[in-house]
């Protein structure tokens, strides 16, 4: 039995726990909470970027609400969002499973597809804007006439461009994350499907999949979120165009408070995108937030 001297020492590294979380809740209160409410206030002012900051109301908020420019960017960004999420989700689980094998040569692989990740966004843009140039681009090089497209002069070409870069960049990180899901998997539950003859593709819909769950909830979000925030790519690949085909809502605040500086409107729409991410966020976190309390209550 032990002696009442001995409690203190006991509890004393449990007191300490909550103070080591105080840096990280100043430098997110420093760096997130007070820079939203300064655009939220911002929202609610009329400022051209250099003179006085006036308040007007709601003014800033009805010339974005009436805009008929609004709800198609939110379509387009909602767009990019689904097709590029579509694209990104299979290749990135078949990658990843593929990478957590055993063999040496798919760690080699590995480095390879992270590559395109390490690159800047915008040095990617400029790369396959040369490369897409239909009169001094790849195609005019090879000579071959399907690659001579304009494919940044027509609105649907620009859009399948769009998603193409934007998955060819971030495919490797979300590919990494499956591949640390996958090696998480029991191996005995592969043993005992292979004991009962199931195959590489039966064990990929029946065991690989099924136990990838709460991995894609989690790289759906990152790339849900992360989808709102396509700017500098769009920037310099598109601006925007052609038309306003791939005009995006964070392009969309950018020409407004930058380009025709209107610092209401675009604060507006900055609070929007903040509304609309943490909606899609809460919304994928409901789909698996129960049934993942479930898992971890059984598995204390």
Do not use: C
Not at 105 to 129: C, E, H, N, T, W
Not at 163 to 184: A, C, K, N, R, T
């Amino acid at each position: 039995m032990s002696s009442p001297a001995t409690h203190p020492q006991r509890r004393e590294p449990r007191s300490i726990l909550p103070w080591l979380a105080v840096p990280a809740l100043l430098m997110f209160v420093g760096f997130a909470v007070i820079p939203l409410v300064g655009v939220f206030a911002l929202s609610f002012t009329t400022w051209d970027g250099i003179g006085d900051i006036q308040l007007s109301g709601l003014t800033s908020w009805r010339a974005v609400l009436t805009d008929p420019g609004l709800p198609h960017a939110l379509w387009v960004t909602f767009l990019v969002m689904a097709v590029s999420w579509a694209v990104q989700t299979p290749l990135s689980i078949l990658l990843g499973t593929f990478m957590a094998g055993r063999q040496r040569y798919r760690a080699v692989l590995g480095v390879v597809y992270f590559v395109p990740l390490m690159l800047s966004s915008a040095a990617i843009a400029i790369a396959y804007k040369a490369l897409l140039d239909p009169n001094f681009g790849l195609g005019a090089g090879l000579k071959i006439p399907l690659l001579s497209q304009d494919w940044l002069g027509r609105p649907g070409l620009a859009f399948g461009v769009v998603v193409f870069v934007v998955s060819w960049q971030f495919i490797p990180f979300h590919s990494l994350i499956y591949q640390g899901g996958v090696q998480q998997i029991p191996k005995s539950l592969y043993e005992a499907a292979q004991l009962d003859g199931a195959g590489k593709v039966r064990q990929f819909f029946s065991i690989t999949l099924p136990q990838l769950k709460y991995t894609i909830i989690t790289s759906s979000t990152l790339m849900v979120i992360g989808s709102l925030t396509f700017f500098d790519l769009i920037f310099v690949l598109t601006e925007g165009g052609p038309g306003d085909s791939t005009r995006v809502l964070a392009l969309d605040m950018y020409k407004r408070g930058f380009q025709a500086s209107l610092m209401g409107p675009a604060s507006a729409i900055a609070v929007i995108l903040v509304l609309v991410g943490l909606a899609l966020a809460l919304l994928l976190r409901r789909l698996g937030g129960r049934d993942a309390a479930a898992s971890q209550l059984e598995g204390a």
